[in-house]
T-cell receptor
Framework: QQPVQSPQAVILREGEDAVINCSSSKALYSVHWYRQKHGEAPVFLMILLKGGEQKGHEKISASFNEKKQQSSLYLTASQLSYSGTYFCGTDPLRGYGGSQGNLIFGKGTKLSVKP | DAGITQSPRHKVTETGTPVTLRCHQTENHRYMYWYRQDPGHGLRLIHYSYGVKDTDKGEVSDGYSVSRSKTEDFLLTLESATSSQTSVYFC?????????????FGPGTRLTVL
């Protein structure tokens, strides 16, 4: 039931791009993305809802393929501040088409951006 | 930043002792959550609350109990702490659930059970 994130870790140089993937075995109502820096709390980045609605940071982009039960987070022109661990949280779809409400988080993708 | 505080921020205790962690919010949000975070596991839901005195179990609730007597406070209790409960505990709040609202996390409590 826990979503699978890939890659587990990635190292970038400043200015390079990265894609982080999140794959679920269940149909999803929404996918949430968070970033956590070492020793700090997770910080909200984006929500992607079935049907196409998104809300979140302007400089972060993501996609949600409902049929494939997958989401991808796109980090372009990476900066040192992008370093951290990225988590996706999936919200499984209820039978009537609504949100289950509680998030199930993946194990995270550790992103390191070097100068 | 969402107004969420957790206390204590760090605690070391011995096996078999009771421990209570507190989460306090100033946002008047309806939903509150307790997660634990362990290396290699990500964030796992322990218990959540959808209103005063309304709580339910999450994925890893065994060995934990919760209480919410006021909107702003959500307490997590380990009745008899075990070494397997050594972890970082995060509280989160959200305005709603049905529309998949954003969850905002507190700063965390690092608990060590010896």
């Amino acid at each position: 039931q826990q979503p699978v994130q890939s890659p587990q870790a990635v190292i970038l140089r400043e200015g390079e791009d990265a894609v982080i993937n999140c794959s679920s075995s269940k149909a999803l109502y929404s996918v949430h993305w968070y970033r956590q820096k070492h020793g700090e709390a997770p910080v909200f980045l984006m929500i992607l809802l079935k049907g196409g609605e998104q809300k979140g940071h302007e400089k972060i982009s993501a996609s949600f393929n409902e049929k494939k039960q997958q989401s991808s987070l796109y980090l372009t022109a990476s900066q040192l501040s992008y370093s951290g661990t990225y988590f996706c949280g999936t919200d499984p779809l209820r039978g009537y088409g609504g949100s289950q409400g509680n998030l199930i988080f993946g194990k995270g993708t550790k992103l390191s951006v070097k100068p | 930043d969402a107004g969420i505080t957790q206390s204590p921020r760090h605690k070391v205790t011995e096996t078999g002792t009771p421990v209570t962690l507190r989460c306090h919010q100033t946002e008047n949000h309806r939903y509150m959550y307790w997660y634990r975070q362990d290396p290699g596991h990500g964030l796992r839901l322990i218990h959540y609350s959808y209103g005063v005195k309304d709580t339910d179990k999450g994925e890893v609730s065994d060995g934990y109990s919760v209480s919410r007597s006021k909107t702003e406070d959500f307490l997590l209790t380990l009745e008899s702490a075990t070494s397997s409960q050594t972890s970082v505990y995060f509280c989160a709040i959200s305005e709603g659930r049905e529309i998949a609202d954003t969850q905002y996390f507190g700063p965390g409590t690092r608990l060590t059970v010896l």
